[in-house]
């Protein structure tokens, strides 16, 4: 891991004129540091020698007094920098990382390892910028600006000085190397534990239901105290550097003043100088020491960045420029999807066409494809194999923003973001009417209950539909479809949690809606396969037993 990785320069700005601003502060604040240990050899010198009275003292307590504002306001114009710059960092690597994210398409990465990146990852960049960023630039200027100051008065302490000071680097090296193979373990077991806590939770009603919550909470535990174990393990190393560096720095400095001593006892140094030298001495080690001990601080946030950085240096497919013409058929000649991690393709070698204006069924049991094969039409699932052809023209060659806007998708699970219900039916159709809404609203049944409510249309809900019941968000994702006018229509068990009477009235809207659309469902009840067209059956998937076994990182 890099202490300042050229990535965050090219990816966030803002970095840019953080560094430099702590460049000026770093000179300013090495440059004072002589100041006050020159003013502080000479004060003491003139009393201890010279019997110097309070007044002949004032000028040089004054100068003192200015020098040490001076440093409390260049620390404190530090600060603000610092909290500032990571305030805008953190944004400017959020923005990339969402629209990187959306870019790269769903399944490109699992939500909970990119929801842990974007909140509490790039929150550790906290400490890197206020503590850690700020000590390395004053590593590098303050204890050659020192080293200037000391050579022409003790030739000897400096050579000692500039003898000792590549040792602490060589400690803090052998350190992090350790350090930084334990924060990515840590770091990515917690974005294991926040990805699997966020699938419990989703599922945690289908849990309830089968009676597995307890065996999660189980497993949720035990990630958990693994997780407990590893932080623990990463403290120790953090707290033992700390010492190795903090031993070698006062070994260092007692080495200056033993030399110092004797030279001094010996009559080769006057007082003034030893005095400047030993007060100059620690100021040299001190930005090193500084740096080794907020590493600890910063190496999470920069554990964070670097996946960041290669979450953002993963390529996203290359998108179609070419006009899409939706009237001709859409034909899959060997479309094969595969997922990282599976040894099965999620949709094996798949040939099948729907002609315009067809209302057609994919059946099969679970885990044979049927879903991935509307996430191949979206543009969502990459094929591994074989292609998809619209009107003759390959689907990978046509614009995807101009393919989508043809088409009309209910997933299995629809998402309802927060807002009134108007606004979820509008989703797709934000200029759509009030009537216009109603009638999308009438036509999925979900009418009676939106009209039964105290607010109707303008009820507002919680993210993810709540507020509403399984079945009503299903009829509002429904409602959706309807108010939404396109040619191609994506339905993935559009009758999910409905009773029988509301599936009857369901079945009949699309029956009607379909009417000069081209229609794809994914069918598992009778109902749904009687309404369609034509059927097309996915063959089962292999037996689990038959695949590879996963290996568990």
């Known amino acids: ?78 600060e603000v920098a610092a909290a500032r710059s990571a305030a805008a960092v953190k944004r400017q690597l959020r923005a990339r990382l969402f629209a990187h994210v959306v870019a790269l398409g769903p399944g490109a990465r699992r939500s909970g390892d990119v929801v842990t990146l974007a909140t509490r990852g790039l929150d550790a960049l906290d400490a890197y910028f206020a503590r850690y960023l700020p000590q390395l630039v004053l590593a590098a200027l303050v204890p050659a600006i020192v080293l200037v100051r000391i050579a022409p008065a003790d030739l000897v302490a400096a050579g000692t000085i500039a003898l000792t000071l590549p040792l602490i680097p060589v400690f803090m090296v052998l350190v992090g190397r350790h350090t930084e193979a334990a924060n990515r373990r840590q770091f990515r077991l917690l974005a294991r534990l926040s990805h699997h806590f966020l699938d419990v939770v989703a599922g945690l009603p289908t849990l309830r239901v089968f009676g597995r919550a307890r065996r999660q909470a189980a497993i949720v535990a035990e990630i958990s105290a693994q997780q407990r174990r590893v932080t623990m393990r990463t403290l120790r190393v953090a707290f033992l550097s700390s010492l190795v560096l903090e031993l070698l720095a006062t070994l260092s400095v007692a080495l200056v003043a033993v030399g110092i001593g004797l030279r001094l006892v010996d009559g080769e140094l006057s007082l003034a100088t030893a005095l400047l030298v030993l007060i100059l001495a620690p100021e040299a080690y001190l ?164 009209e039964a409510l105290p607010a109707g249309f303008a009820t507002p809900l919680g993210d993810g539909g709540a507020g509403l019941s399984a079945g009503q968000r299903q009829r509002i994702a429904l409602a959706r479809v309807f108010l939404l006018d396109a040619p191609l229509v994506l339905l993935d068990e559009p009758t999910a949690g409905l009773d029988a009477q509301t599936e009857a009235s369901v079945l009949a809207a699309i029956r009607a809606h379909a009417a000069g659309r081209t229609v794809v469902l994914v069918a598992h009840r009778p109902s749904l396969v009687a309404l369609a067209d034509r059927e097309i059956a996915l063959p089962a998937p292999r037996p689990l037993a038959a695949a590879a076994p996963a290996v568990t990182p």
């Open 1 to 78: 891991m890099r202490p300042l990785d050229p990535r965050l320069l090219r990816y966030a700005s803002a970095t840019r004129a953080y560094l430099a601003l702590s460049v000026v502060l770093g000179v300013a604040l090495a440059a004072l540091v002589v100041a006050q240990a020159t003013l502080l050899a000479d004060g003491i010198v003139a009393v201890y020698l010279g019997g110097a009275s309070l007044a002949a003292l004032t000028p040089t307590l004054g100068w003192l007094a200015a020098v040490v504002a001076a440093r409390a306001a260049v620390a404190w114009a530090q």
């Open 287 to 450: 930005p090193l020491r500084q740096v080794g001990a907020n590493y600890h601080a910063s190496a999470a946030g920069l554990a964070a960045a670097t996946e960041v950085f290669t979450l953002l240096e993963t390529p996203a497919a290359a998108a179609g420029t070419a006009p899409v013409d939706a009237a001709g058929p859409v034909v899959f000649e060997g479309a094969e999807v595969r997922h990282e991690g599976r040894s099965e393709p999620s949709l094996p070698p798949f040939t099948a066409e729907v002609r315009p204006g067809e209302l057609v069924a994919l059946t099969g049991p679970s885990g044979c494809g049927k879903s991935t094969a509307l996430a191949v039409l979206l543009g969502f699932a990459p094929l591994a194999a074989g292609r998809v052809t619209v009107g003759g023209a390959d689907l990978a060659t046509l614009d995807p923003a101009a393919w989508r806007r043809r088409i009309a998708w209910l997933p299995q699970r629809p998402w309802l973001g927060a807002g009134t219900i108007a606004d979820a039916i509008r989703l797709g159709a934000p200029d759509a009417t009030d009537a216009a809404v109603r009638a999308a609203a009438a036509q999925a049944g979900a009418l009676p209950f939106v």
